[in-house]
């Protein structure tokens, strides 16, 4: 096994290694979007531009790094590098770096070496600007997928009205109703910082018991929005097969409908004095879920007649697909005056 890995490795190595054979390296640049906002958990794709010569240095090869920045238009992999980040997590797969949740980090320190090439590195740093907009979404629970319906056979003796039978397939049964959306307290102040003022958002979940914490700087256009959404509702369940019973063909049980989404959830907003000139900066709203999928017919049963085609039974119908939930109260805003020291 170990000898198969190391052949299966060795074609993708050889071709690393070939791609800068001979070459001298004239410019190597790290590229992004250079007035990207940057705030906690923002995604900034990154991508390499090599520029090599064999012999003179007017007459370049140029290699870009395929996947994030430049949107698939290029030729290098990110699996020739190797990506180090400080104050964010790198994602090989679409070449970007996720910025960290944690709203402290003013900073990312990137550092990108090539497996193959000693000679090629880069270091950066990135200063978070704490810009544009941030959204923050709090989701509740997707209802419960309906339960498919029985086969035909001695297990079900059917579920349509008046039609009572052996051979039929059984209706799919409904998707549950989404959960109600999270409820919860938005806490905004005011904190002087080395950049200036910026504007601190605390947010606490009620209804799961936990507390998030994100800033912005209104300097750079940053502002914050916060979402209660109601829970997706349930699929509903597909229908069951039927069966032939001598010249009787039993038709596909209906699919389940779908589960109604759930209803938006509860948003209560303190601001201090001193937060208030920001008031337009901050947008909440309370959200229904979304429907959930209808459920698919089942297979009605057929026969095969003298001309060799098939012959089927009635087919069952799609379930109907749910309701979007109701959009929540309307959030609550409050003034707090500050404490005089």
Known sequence: MRWLILFLLLPTIS?????FEGLKIKEQQLVYLQDAALHAGARLPIGILVRAYSKSPDKCKEFRTKEGYFQGKGNMGWGEFVVEVEGGRWNKVKGEIIVSDDHSVEKLDIKITNRFHPDFKIEKVIEINHGGTQEFVFEGEKGFT???????????????QNNISL????????GGKGNPGDSLEIFVSVVQEADGEMVLVKVVNLSKKKEYSRKFNPAN??????????????????????????????????????????????IFVYMDTKAEKYRNRIDVYSQGGEPGEHGRPGTPAYYVNSENQRVYGQRGRNGLNGRSGNVGPAPVFKILELEQE
């Open 15 to 19: 071709v690393y290694a070939q791609k």
């Open 146 to 160: 309906g339960r498919r319906g029985g086969d035909a056979g001695v297990s079900n003796v059917g579920s349509r």
């Open 167 to 174: 051979h039929h397939g059984e209706d799919g049964g409904k």
């Open 221 to 266: 256009a940053g502002k914050i929005a916060i979402i209660s959404k109601g829970g997706q509702g349930g699929d509903g369940g597909n229908g069951g097969n039927g069966k032939r019973a001598g010249t009787s063909l039993g038709r596909g049980g209906d699919g389940g409908d779908g589960g109604d989404g759930g209803d938006g959830g509860a």
